[in-house]
């Protein structure tokens, strides 16, 4: 990657090159190192590649980012004001233009010519909006589905404002009306164990989003793990009562997810598939997924009773 090869010249200003790890953060799927690599083509391109703040400004600007965050740029400015004890007027103009992304009303004329190349994705054909709408569909997977659509909406009106590109207003009625293939994966998940990931990052392959639904089941005893740090980034629900209940007041369509280990949990699974239909459920659909060979001894009962004897860490997450 183009920005990779800039380590040497982030050295000589003070900078470890290991702060670009952040952009590998497995919750990014726009704000990556591929977004950095776009950004410095263009700035090279315009014959911008021995500036320095322009450099910094690049690889600092989204160096931290939660899509749950209001203040990624405040936090990404503190951060390079932390780590670069460089030149300090070189750092005024940088904090500056990344604290000027939040709402590309650039003060100077560098913060201009940054604000727009990061803008420059809005200016692409239909095709390539495409890849960036489900890019930024995947970063805010923790909101529903409803509110990620009016959201969104308002969000790239917004953004229209200032560029004169008509195949954004193809992308709007994309956003309007696209209807994702949405799966809910129920279970009291008490705990959330590499099993269930492994039958989570299968469903993610299958379906643009897959919403983790923690019920309370009668049957079983009342949850007492958390859930872990890992699944900060996705839609996360709770219920009561019958799951057919919890999907019809979700107001779109979802497949349910199974995770099976062994042939007695698809038998199992069937006879709850059949209770499912009996009460209510006749039109949803149900997608049952095995787990990888390594997983399929691992239960949330087997680990409650190994966490008596301190045995039960290495089958968590």
């Known amino acids: 990657m183009k920005i990779i090869e800039k380590a040497e010249r982030l050295v000589a200003l003070g900078v470890d090159p290991v702060v670009l790890d952040r952009y590998r953060e497995v919750h990014r799927f726009y704000h990556t190192l591929e977004h950095l690599d776009d950004l410095w083509q263009q700035l090279e391109n315009q014959g911008y590649g021995n500036n320095d703040v322009l450099l910094l400004a690049t690889i600092f600007h989204d160096i931290i980012y939660d899509p749950r965050s209001g203040t990624n740029e405040e936090d990404?400015?503190?951060?390079?004001?932390?780590?670069?004890?460089?030149?300090?007027?070189?750092?005024?103009?940088?904090?500056?233009?990344?604290?000027?992304?939040?709402?590309?009303?650039?003060?100077?004329?560098?913060?201009?010519?940054?604000?727009?190349?990061?803008?420059?994705?809005?200016?692409?054909?239909?095709?390539?909006?495409?890849?960036?709408?489900?890019?930024?569909?995947?970063?805010?997977?923790?909101?529903?589905?409803?509110?990620?659509?009016?959201?969104?909406?308002?969000?790239?009106?917004?953004?229209?404002?200032?560029?004169?590109?008509?195949?954004?207003?193809?992308?709007?009625?994309?956003?309007?009306?696209?209807?994702?293939?949405?799966?809910?994966?129920?279970?009291?998940?008490?705990?959330?164990?590499?099993?269930?990931?492994?039958?989570?990052?299968?469903?993610?392959?299958?379906?643009?989003?897959?919403?983790?639904?923690?019920?309370?089941?009668?049957?079983?005893?009342?949850?007492?793990?958390?859930?872990?740090?890992?699944?900060?980034?996705?839609?996360?629900?709770?219920?009561?009562?019958?799951?057919?209940e919890f999907i019809d007041n979700l107001g779109y369509d979802v497949t349910v997810i199974r995770g099976l280990r062994n042939g007695s949990d698809l038998q199992y699974e069937l006879n709850q598939y059949r209770y499912l239909q009996e009460l209510g459920g006749k039109n949803i659909s149900v997608t049952a997924i095995f787990c990888d060979m390594e997983f399929e001894h691992i239960s949330s009962t087997g680990i409650r009773q190994l966490e008596k004897y301190g045995k039960a860490e290495e089958y968590l997450l």
């Open 76 to 244: 990404s400015a503190q951060y390079f004001n932390e780590v670069f004890t460089g030149d300090g007027a070189l750092k005024s103009l940088v904090t500056d233009i990344i604290l000027d992304t939040k709402h590309h009303k650039p003060g100077s004329a560098l913060s201009a010519i940054f604000s727009a190349a990061d803008l420059n994705v809005l200016k692409q054909p239909f095709d390539k909006l495409l890849v960036y709408e489900q890019q930024i569909f995947k970063e805010f997977q923790f909101v529903d589905h409803k509110i990620y659509r009016e959201k969104r909406v308002e969000v790239l009106k917004n953004l229209q404002e200032g560029v004169d590109n008509p195949a954004l207003d193809y992308l709007i009625t994309y956003v309007e009306n696209f209807k994702p293939r949405i799966a809910v994966y129920p279970g009291s998940f008490n705990p959330f164990h590499k099993g269930h990931y492994n039958i989570l990052q299968k469903a993610e392959r299958i379906f643009d989003k897959v919403i983790i639904v923690r019920g309370v089941n009668p049957g079983k005893d009342t949850a007492t793990y958390e859930l872990p740090e890992a699944l900060r980034y996705r839609q996360i629900e709770t219920y009561e009562g019958l799951l057919t």
